[in-house]
């Protein structure tokens, strides 16, 4: 592979409180076979050891530098990490993760210049200690109906493929034509992020090889408890809706707001049945409710709006029911219903569904749209 022919690809990887992975990380990102690489570490004002390691990491090797600032968050710090990137390619990689193997960036990257993609969206595995599991394939390889209300419901919903901003190889003159940049949320700011990318109709590429490997790390804001979801959440939402007004595609992706409020009900009603119990789901359910916009999103896809839409017949099923009983007020029985479904671990075997093994398809025949 001749290096002047490629393209330069820039990975940044955000750092805070992850010392006891941030090696891990670096190792898999040292050993790729990609030879145009330029690695950035944004160490956002960790207090553990972690910006040391990034400064010895950057002494021993020319493609690494370090960005220091005071801690902002997840956002604010891919966004330096962007700005002092010189790469026609970025690749964002959390410093608990790694990438899957040392072809993993040449993958993504010889997909990218052959699809002449803006967004190659990866597969991946998730890990914990020493159990992998199965490689989570994006399920939307091939698919031409990029612009529809169920492709962005399976990428964004239904898999979640869409939504990370990790293990995704983004062209660097796309985000900067449309001004992209990460979004400041204490969560979910990966989402609220590619909601804004999706609306300018990148072209995608799918692979379904692994890229990624994704820690189950339990002390990680992803699985702690979050005692301003119902903000955050509907914030996200709204925000995202006033974003489309300002450029007159409200109609055009209502879609995305709408699923978005009510995956809220259920992640809401989750995280307080295993706090506090059903009596404190059932209140937190009723706080959600109460707000204005919650209310408009779940009166649509109560009334069929965006529902009929989606092709999984028992997705449009549930969601067109569930919005009912939220609507005529059912909190308990919508509690009830969410409790049912995580003592039967419901959504543990739906998220087994999504590792499924298939065979991979080789890079840069992922179905570009």
């Known amino acids: 592979m001749k290096k002047d022919n490629l393209a330069l690809v820039s990975i940044i990887i955000p750092v805070y409180r992850t010392q006891e992975y941030l090696q891990e990380c670096m190792e898999s990102v040292l050993t790729q076979d990609y030879p145009k690489l330029e690695i950035i570490l944004v160490d956002d004002g960790s207090p553990d050891a972690c910006p040391g390691m990034c400064d010895a990491y950057s002494s021993s090797d020319s493609r690494i530098r370090v960005i220091h600032q005071k801690n902002g968050g997840l956002g604010k710090a891919r966004n330096a990490g962007m700005e002092g990137a010189n790469g026609e390619y970025l690749f964002f990689l959390d410093s608990d993760d790694k990438?899957?193997?040392?072809?993993a960036i040449r993958k993504m990257a010889v997909c990218a210049v052959k699809t002449r993609a803006d967004i190659v969206v990866g597969s991946y595995r998730r890990f914990h200690g020493r159990e992998v599991s199965a490689v989570n394939i994006t399920?939307?390889?091939g698919r031409k109906d990029v612009q529809t209300v169920d492709f962005r419901f399976e990428g964004f919903y239904r898999y979640g493929h869409l939504a990370y901003q990790w293990g995704k190889l983004y062209r660097v003159q796309y985000l900067k034509k449309f001004g992209l940049r990460s979004k400041s949320y204490p969560f979910t700011q990966d989402k609220a992020y590619n909601m804004e990318c999706c609306v300018y109709e990148p072209v995608y590429a799918f692979l379904d090889e692994s890229v990624c490997l994704y820690r189950i790390n339990e002390q990680s804001v992803s699985f702690?408890?979050?005692?301003?979801?119902?903000q955050v959440w509907t914030a996200i939402a709204q925000n995202f809706d006033r974003?489309?007004?300002?450029?007159g595609i409200a109609k055009d992706y209502g879609d995305l707001s709408a699923f978005h409020i009510f995956f809220g009900s259920f992640y809401v009603v989750k995280q307080e049945l295993k706090k506090a119990g059903f009596r404190k789901a059932v209140v937190q359910l009723r706080k959600y409710a109460s707000r204005p916009f919650v209310q408009t999103c779940m009166k649509?896809?109560?009334a069929g709006k965006y529902v009929r839409k989606i092709h999984a017949w028992h997705w449009k099923m549930m969601i067109r029911?569930?919005?009912?009983?939220f609507c005529c007020h059912g909190y308990r029985l919508y509690t009830f219903g969410i409790a049912c479904l995580l003592w039967l671990h419901v959504d543990d075997q739906i998220t087994t569904l999504r590792y499924r093994k298939k065979r991979s398809c080789r890079p840069g025949r992922g179905g570009n749209s």
């Open 139 to 141: 399920h939307l390889r």
């Open 321 to 325: 029911c569930a919005s009912v009983l």
């Open 300 to 302: 649509q896809l109560a």
């Open 243 to 247: 974003f489309c007004c300002e450029r």
């Open 224 to 230: 702690s408890y979050k005692k301003d979801m119902i």
């Open 99 to 103: 990438l899957d193997g040392p072809a």
